[in-house]
């Protein structure tokens, strides 16, 4: 079992029945391959870091899939979706297991804070300046 | 002529009680830097989220550069991680290639 994060940015021009009927229809797809919706996250409108397709603004949407099969044919749609700016499926069940085996091998323990330092004393009144002695002059 | 007491080589230079004599050759060590420590393992982050942007813009200077080992302090293995979660987040625009 694989676990896929595809994050995709809808075109902030379409209205929302439009995108919210677009969104149902990909899920409908990578779960027509198998694929099992874990999680779902609607960011809604964000800033885009720089412009795509001339646009500043973007819809983004997050899903997690669970599958065994591939995400191939959802990959194809979102690819040919004039409607998506951009989008990226990434595989994440590999870093997550090998962040899991780090993280048992040093667990995370509380860190000791070290005790509070008592209030140091007063420096000691600067000595007196010395006083400068004045270069002998030689004749 | 008026003999000079002060040498042009000795000039201010050296305060008076200062710790200089045990340092006479000191040209190497120009001032001493904090060590500085991997952040991911300081807080024992393993897995780094390219969606995670507030923690990823920490390593983005005004630039927009990744910021570099020998800067940050971040250690190996996770300066890896660090720079495929931001080229990932940068895709994804929610960080930027290059500003200016």
């Keep these: 079992m694989r676990t896929y994060e595809v994050l995709f940015i809808l075109s902030p021009q379409i209205p929302e029945e439009e995108s919210t009927t677009l969104i149902h229809d990909f899920k409908r797809v990578a779960e027509g391959t198998g694929a099992k919706l874990t999680n779902e996250e609607a960011w809604g409108r964000r800033r885009l870091a720089y412009p795509i397709q001339k646009f500043t603004e973007g819809n983004y949407h997050l899903f997690v899939f669970d599958t065994d099969a591939s995400l191939s044919e959802l990959d194809r749609r979102m690819r040919n979706s004039d ?14 297991k090998r962040a899991e085996k780090l ?5 995370k323990k509380e860190r000791v804070r070290p005790a509070p330092a008592f209030p140091t004393t007063a420096p000691e009144p600067a000595a007196a300046p010395e006083s400068i002695p004045e270069p002998p002059v030689s004749e | 002529m008026a003999l000079q007491t002060r040498r042009p080589g000795e000039g201010g230079s050296r305060g008076p009680g200062g710790p200089g004599g045990a340092q006479q050759g000191g040209k190497k060590k120009f001032f001493y830097r904090r060590k500085r420590v991997c952040k991911f393992c300081v807080e024992k982050i393993e897995y780094i989220d390219f969606k995670d942007v507030k923690t990823l813009q920490q390593f983005i200077p005004e630039r927009g550069k990744i910021l570099p080992r020998r800067i940050s302090g971040t250690c190996a293995l996770h300066q890896r991680k660090l720079q495929n979660a931001i080229k990932r987040a940068r895709i994804a625009a929610l960080l930027p290639f290059a500003t200016d």
């Design chain 1, 83 to 96: 409607r998506i700016l951009r989008h990226m499926i990434v595989r994440t069940d590999l870093d997550h």
């Design chain 1, 103 to 107: 993280a048992k091998r040093n667990p």
